[in-house]
């Protein structure tokens, strides 16, 4: 059987299935699972992969075709520079996240060793990302999620970023652990997706942890608590930088303005979608 042919097979294997994938997926699978490259895939290669790694192949193929998440099949995904692991209870960390943190980063600008707070971390990605921009930050990852958070302990230790300390808790309540004025940027991508859309969710979206999407009724609920709690714990002329829904444009501005923040922005990803919201305090 040649590379072409598993190629080939799976391309088959996912298209009857109904499942939503795409010619990267099966490359990342056979890379993952059968080592091959894309130069394997050129037409007569024969497969050298041993049989054992074809058993997990078929296996990894199988999840796929039921709509399991290529990332979560893998176990590893990579944000901006960052490998992460990734598994069920974590969410899978988007491209779109870096719009918030490059924005952070263009406010902070050359703050040798700013304090950082990241809400609602997940996989760490968002703090990871930061911590190599600034390897004297102190930075704390907070994560409510009992899932998610030994990936996050997990994706610190893998990427070395000795500078992020990660706490287990509710940023509903955790903010009274911090005094006012304690931090030079809180960022966060929270859940903000409305309760009622999150059965119309892709297949694979739905995979994800309700936890890590579901924003409530509206999908502001952690945008009031950040506004009004986590706005007053930066310092005067912090900054705050929250990744949003394409629908919040306007919503999370007037949370943010209600609550005293000033010279309010709305940036948008490269798809032309409102995805960011950035503020000084
Ligand atoms: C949209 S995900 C973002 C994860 C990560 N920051 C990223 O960008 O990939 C939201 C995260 O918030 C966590 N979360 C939800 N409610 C929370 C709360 N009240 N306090 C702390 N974390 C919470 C979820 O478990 C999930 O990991």
């Keep these: 059987m040649t590379n072409r042919d598993i190629y080939n097979n799976t391309a088959a294997a996912l298209e009857n299935s109904g499942c939503d ?65 990734v598994g069920e209870g974590v969410l899978i960390p988007r491209d779109d996240t870096e719009v918030c943190v490059r924005e952070c980063i263009s406010l902070l600008g050359d703050d040798p060793a700013p304090k ?12 990871i990302a930061l911590a190599a921009r600034y390897p004297k930050a102190d930075i704390i990852a907070a994560e409510l999620s009992g899932k998610a958070f030994p990936y996050l302990l997990k994706n610190i230790e893998h990427n070395h970023a000795e500078n992020i300390t990660a706490v287990n808790g509710d940023i509903r309540t955790l903010h009274s652990r911090y005094a006012d004025g304690s931090f030079d940027a809180v960022i966060s991508n929270p859940p903000y997706i409305c309760s009622r859309e999150i059965p119309l969710l892709q297949k694979e979206v739905q995979s994800e942890p309700v936890i890590a999407l579901d924003g409530g009724e ?15 714990k930066l310092r005067p002329g912090g900054i705050i930088s929250l990744e949003i829904g394409e629908d919040q444009g306007k919503s999370v501005p007037a949370l943010l303005r209600e609550e005293g923040a000033r010279n309010i922005r709305v940036i948008k990803d490269i798809s032309g979608l409102d995805r960011c919201v950035t503020a000084l305090v």
């Design 116 to 127: 950082i707070i990241d809400l609602c971390s997940g996989s760490g990605a968002i703090a």
């Design 218 to 232: 509206d999908g502001l609920d952690l945008y009031r608590v950040i506004a009004r709690h986590w706005l007053r």
């Design 21 to 85: 994938f795409s010619d990267y997926d099966i490359r990342c699978l056979m890379e993952h699972f059968l080592g091959t490259t894309r130069f394997d895939l050129e037409p007569g290669i024969p497969c050298k992969a041993h049989k054992t790694q074809l058993a997990a192949f078929d296996e990894a193929v199988r999840k796929r075709c039921q709509g399991f998440p290529l990332q979560y099949i893998i176990g590893k995904w990579s944000f901006m520079d960052a490998e992460l692991y």
